[in-house]
């Protein structure tokens, strides 16, 4: 974080000091929530959990090297008590962002999120000093924490928006105003706590409702209710997609022996040819909005092109592929799954897969509401429509909707299968699996489901026969 002294933390968030000899110490260090990542000038955050209570580590994080904490409460240690913690790391955040002076991208949408804030982190680091969300922390939490993280030093601040209602958004952007607002799609993530798709096209758009008249808003010119928030604000529209008429475009899209999305770029500027290192089509979007929003910060062609091509995976079981000594491909996508997210995964272990066994071992997709039947069965059906050899559908009642859908579409018993759990998956892998097979692994993150995938990656002993064997 910028250099703050106790004293000016207290004024911003409304706090009082307690047990501070100096109020004119500083916090050099970062915010941290976790008691293990303090290090010497951090500012511990308090908070009150269902299992764990933060101010129960006080001392301990001030003995560690912080130099206060926030609190509710008064604990022992220099603290600045709140009434409320995370409003006032909302104001902490506000603050500092406003002193910076970075140009602040915000982005959001229903699937993609992630993958396109680490390809546009990994551009603009090219140009400038970048902070980005880590992994997903993008709630009302994460988020300011991602923008205390900022320093002097930095350019583009880039923070991943998440929401699960009405106002959501409209509240992450009240804590750090965005210059530029990116808005990806909007599918059926958490419909069933939206009602809809409109209601989750309401939400997505208080993004581009927040910006100011000089801002821009990048939207998916392929996505009509993205398409249609052109009329919700007062910035500048630029349009990216496969359209003819997307501003920053994408041609002659195809994909490599490796299932790698290859691509001529087109923007404003000029054209380049794109090679991804990651895998799927999907990624082609992806790809494009950040190219956009790399466009309007100035970069040319040449420069977002070469950046693309080199770009690989920040963030941990998103398309994770790794090959086992055996040949065997494991694609680890476990970290959270909805209905379009699942369709992009299935077509992308297609195509790495030509000429070889494909498994899709999947799990339920969570948040659905009523359409939770008809999404899982129609997952079930894809994957025998795209020829995937064999299906492990593992969990309960969503993931027999999975086999049902399978085994309805034609798949009679043999190419498809439901397993209780994690460790049944593993089991039938490990019997299962033969040289050069690719394992696609997704499913809501409750699941748990990285289990397959590091079981996978763990047991990757091979007989002299080539047959795969456990441990």
Known sequence: MIALSLAEIADVVGGQTYDIPDPAAQVTG?????????????????????????????ADVVAAGAVAVLASRPVGVPAVVVDDVQAAIGALARHVVERLGAVTVALT?????????????????????TVYTPGSFNNEIGLPLTALSAT?????????????????????????????????????????????????????????????????????ADDPLVRAMASRTKARVLLFGESDDADVRAENVRLTE????????????????????????????????????????????????????????????RMEVTERPDGVTVVNDAYNANPESMRAALRALVAMGKGRRTWAVLGHMAELGDEGLAEHDAVGRLAVRLNVSK????????????????????????????????????????????????????????????KVATALLDDAAVSSEGQVSGR
């Not at 293990?36 to 209570?53: H, M, W, Y």
């Not at 396109?116 to 090219?126: E, G, I, N």
């Not at 992450?172 to 419909?191: E, F, M, Q, S």
Request: with cysteine.
């Open 30 to 58: 970062p915010v941290v929530r976790d008691s293990r990542e303090v290090e010497p000038g951090s500012l511990f955050v308090a908070f009150v959990g269902e299992r764990v209570d933060g101010h129960d580590y006080a």
């Open 109 to 129: 949408g229903s699937v993609g999120k992630t993958s396109s804030k680490d390809l546009l982190a990994q551009v603009l680091q090219r140009k400038a000093p």
């Open 152 to 220: 002097d030093e930095t350019r583009f601040l880039i923070l991943e928006m998440g929401a699960r209602g009405i106002g959501h958004i409209r509240y992450l952007t009240g804590l750090t105003p965005p210059k530029i607002g990116l808005v990806l799609n909007v599918g059926t993530a958490h419909i069933g706590e939206f009602g809809g798709r409109e209601q989750i096209a309401v939400a997505k758009g208080e993004l581009v409702e927040s910006l100011p008249a000089d801002g821009a808003a990048i939207l998916n």
């Open 258 to 317: 490796n299932g790698q999305p290859a691509f001529t770029l087109h923007t404003p500027s000029g054209c380049s040819d794109v090679t991804l290192r990651l895998y799927g089509e999907h990624h082609v979007s992806n790809a494009l909005a950040a190219a956009a929003v790399a466009h309007e910060l100035g970069m040319s062609v040449d420069e977002i092109a070469l950046a693309l091509s080199e770009a690989g995976t920040l963030s941990r079981w």
């Open 391 to 450: 299906l492990v559908a593992v969990g309960g009642r969503e993931a027999s909707w999975l086999q049902l859908g399978a085994y309805n579409e034609g798949s009679w018993g043999e190419e498809s299968v439901h397993v209780s759990d994690a460790q049944a998956a593993i089991d039938l892998l490990r019997s299962e699996l033969r040289a050069g097979d690719v394992v696609l692994v997704k499913a809501s993150r409750s699941v748990g489901l990285e």
